[in-house]
């Protein structure tokens, strides 16, 4: 076997376990950062602070009703309990339950609008957490359909690590450190094929004598451009 056949076959194996490597990276990345996941969150988060706000202010709306209520009350009671005689006592005590009542009705309004309010934000909290609901249950399957792809790559990349030591108990040393070297280089990728009488990585067109170079088993060819190692099936 020529040695850019192995360095050929070396290279096969690598881009291989290189797309493997980025795959598991990407299915690391997805497993410990979902963007999704902490949205669903953090609306849940600030649906329940809104719903809890709401209903504090309805409690407080539905007190100051309650106490309003009583204090009408308790003026109709002196009014009619027959207690005060003062024609202008009598008076002053109508005026007050008029304005009593007439600041009841605005706390009323005020009470109705709160409890719109408690209602809306009610509908978004439980709104909110389906929705987290539905996530985590999403998030769930796809972290277990990725953990099981994971797996998978895993007891390939195992394989072709044997693979890769079998290709290089085959090759000198000398040849593939210029292999590693050039792989540093260019991305990754160290060996290229002749296709049309070109190199196929960066498309210079090569001689005849580079391309007969190529087909040799006992030295290594570069192309003169891009300076990867050439092969020629």
Known sequence: MSAALGLYRLQHVDSQIDGIQARQQAISDTLQNDAKLR???????????????????????????????IKIEQTESSLYSGRVQNPKELQDLQKDIVSLKKHRETLEERELEAMLIAETTEEALQSAKAE?????????????????????????LERLEH??????????KPAVTTYDQIRKQRRGIAVTIISDSACAACGTTLTLSLQQNARSTTQLTNCPTCGRILYAN
């Open 163 to 172: 693979e890769r030591g079998a290709i290089l108990s085959d090759l000198e």
């Open 39 to 69: 949205t669903a969150t953090l609306t849940l988060t600030s649906a329940d602070n809104a719903y809890k706000d709401a209903a504090r202010i309805l409690k407080q709306t539905e007190a100051e009703v309650e106490k309003q209520r």
């Open 132 to 156: 987290l609901e539905r996530t985590q249950a999403n998030v769930d399957e796809q972290n277990r359909d990725l953990t099981k792809e994971n797996e998978t790559l895993e007891k390939e």
